[in-house]
């Protein structure tokens, strides 16, 4: 995932799924967008032209321009983008993320125990697993802050991002800066291998109730996942807008998805048909990536900051498909499965 919000809770109870196979890229018509008539394209517009200028090639910039100059929304999507339906064998997978707001301060304590580290500047951070870190702290004066919750700690990681109200009320905002290197793996994934829970039940819920309900158990669960997560403080960002994203622009809640990098340019726009109790048909634009995040048909959406946004995101865990919206010329001349547009 990394290069933006590391990630989803719901991205942390992703099963092993179909193997991916080439991807295959087919042509659709806008009529064959479910709901694609009744979204609000300008609010789609606006979120594009945020990250579009960052988009490092020439066709893209022509248009990001263009965009700039306010044209009527659905009409530009309309005439400058192919509808492009890309498939691995894999099927449609939504999950939600979100930025969470935790409990913390910026010295240690008996209640604050458990820190939050910036970047190493000398590439040392390779060298440990997470087990490693919290238990041996060989980084040991690059804290940032401390959090009361060892599995606050560990979902924050999983997201990438977070706000951390201090005790006198006041808010700092962390970001994503680095990782140990080390595989992801799925905490949620092995408590279903373990027959702990089954597929259905298992949840983000239900992971932070069963750690806090068995601590010896539960750290252990937690150091299976070997990826760590570094932070840097990013509090200039407004706390009106949302956090940094992979394209280090702030993120709009309900209008941003995390995206494969491999297979969708960050800065596309992304029609997605979300299925499951809350049917979603909505333009969305690819600015984020995710370490569980892989695949034609694999995205996590952002629904934004706090304790109902997080409940929300935790709940998504449904099917559909998406479809990337491709300039008109490159749409047309895709043949090379392997070339990221």
Request: negative net charge; aromatic residues 10%; contains cysteine.
């Amino acid at each position: 995932m990394i290069g933006g919000l590391a990630r989803a809770v719901a991205a942390s109870l992703t099963l092993v799924g179909a193997a991916m196979a080439e991807p295959t890229f087919t042509i659709l018509d806008y009529a064959d967008l479910d709901g694609w008539d009744a979204d609000d394209h300008v609010a789609a517009l606006d979120v594009f032209v945020q990250t579009c200028g960052d988009i490092p090639r020439t066709d893209w910039a022509q248009l990001c321009a263009f965009a700039k100059d306010g044209p009527a929304a659905r009409d530009f999507f309309e005439t400058f983008f192919k509808p492009v339906l890309i498939e691995d064998g894999s099927p449609m997978l939504f999950t939600g993320y979100f930025e969470p707001e935790l409990s913390g301060s910026l010295v240690p304590s008996g209640r604050y125990r458990h820190p939050i580290y910036a970047l190493p500047s000398d590439g040392s951070e390779t060298r440990f697993s997470r087990r490693e870190i919290e238990e041996d702290q060989p980084f040991a004066g690059l804290e940032i802050a401390w959090l009361s919750d060892p599995v606050d700690l560990f979902f924050l990681q999983v997201q990438g991002s977070g706000r951390i109200r201090l005790p006198d009320g006041q808010t700092i905002r962390v970001g994503y800066a680095g990782k140990n290197g080390r595989d992801y793996t799925s905490v949620g994934r092995t408590l279903v291998e373990r027959g702990v829970f089954t597929l259905d039940q298992v949840s983000a819920s239900t992971i932070r109730d069963w750690v806090r309900s068995n601590p010896d158990a539960g750290q252990e669960l937690l150091w299976q996942n070997e990826s760590y997560v570094f932070f840097r403080e990013v509090s200039e960002v407004p706390s009106d807008l949302g956090p940094l994203g992979a394209m280090n622009r702030s993120i709009t809640t309900l209008r941003t998805i995390a995206v494969d990098p491999e297979i969708t340019i960050l800065g596309a726009p992304v029609w997605i048909e979300k299925d499951g109790l809350d049917p979603m048909r909505r333009l969305m634009i690819a600015q984020d990536t995710g370490s569980a995040i892989k695949g034609a048909q694999r995205a996590d959406i952002f629904y934004g900051t706090g304790r109902a946004a997080g409940q929300a995101a935790g709940a998504i865990k449904d099917g559909g498909r998406m479809v990337v919206l491709m300039p008109i010329d490159y749409a047309l001349s895709k043949t090379e499965p392997d070339v990221v547009f």
